[in-house]
């Protein structure tokens, strides 16, 4: 199988992006922002209960170690709490999701 490429890096704090300027390192809530974006935190959720699920049908219904061991490109990373055991995430901010 051919090899894939690795993923581009963030741009820097700083950076232009699409004419905005990135204020605060990926992961974190924007400057004057006091909580995560909840829209974002449901694109991450969805993102990584569906990378569980594929991990867990590629090796015989084992969780994955950790949300790091995934290896997805997450908006706010810490605000996530994943449960290996049970193979549950949820959001720190927003928690009925």
């Known amino acids: ?8 890096a963030p741009p820097p704090v700083g950076a232009r992006m699409n004419g905005a300027t990135r204020t605060a390192p990926m992961g974190v809530a924007p400057m004057g922002v006091a909580r995560p974006d909840e829209a974002r935190v449901r ?8 990378a569980i699920r ?6 015989n219904g084992a969780n994955p170690p950790s949300v790091e061991s995934m290896d997805l490109r997450l908006s706010f990373p810490g605000d996530l ?3 290996p055991t049970t ?3 949820r959001s720190k901010t927003y928690p009925q999701y």
């Open 1 to 8: 199988a051919p090899e894939e490429a690795p993923a581009p």
């Open 43 to 50: 694109v991450d959720l969805a993102g990584v209960r569906a």
């Open 54 to 59: 594929e991990h867990q049908m590629l090796n």
């Open 81 to 83: 709490n994943y449960d």
């Open 87 to 89: 193979g549950t995430v």
